[in-house]
């Protein structure tokens, strides 16, 4: 898990793959794994989160290449997180 931006407004916290941990004894279970990369996107004002996977991850990847090509300004950047977070449904338990 790497925080990538924190703001008054927004977290994106970038979620990595974990790989396959082993079992503790012949009766434990396997502890969850997140096969896949993927953004967490906080909306700090309406305390909502949107989890991107998939293709939603692989576009918002696109976009933070792109910002680290072109250094947007704070504004231009919380732009582009409204309207992510227009996808945010879940309301944030523990952050």
């Known amino acids: 898990m790497h925080m990538l931006y924190d703001s008054d407004s927004f977290v994106v916290v970038h979620m990595l793959p ?9 009766s434990a279970e396997p502890a969850p794994q997140l096969l896949r990369h993927g953004f967490e996107i906080v909306d700090k004002r309406s305390g909502k989160e949107v989890y991107l996977d998939g293709s ?7 976009q933070i290449i792109a910002w680290q090509r ?20 879940n309301p944030v ?3």
């Not at 939603?56 to 696109?62: D, P, T």
């Not at 072109?70 to 449904?89: C, I, N, S, W």
């Open 70 to 89: 072109e250094t947007p300004t704070q504004e231009e950047v919380e732009t582009a997180l409204d309207r992510y977070a227009g996808l945010a449904q």
């Open 18 to 26: 974990q790989p396959a941990s082993g079992e503790d004894g012949p």
């Open 56 to 62: 939603w991850a692989e576009l918002f990847q696109q």
């Open 93 to 95: 338990v523990l952050h």
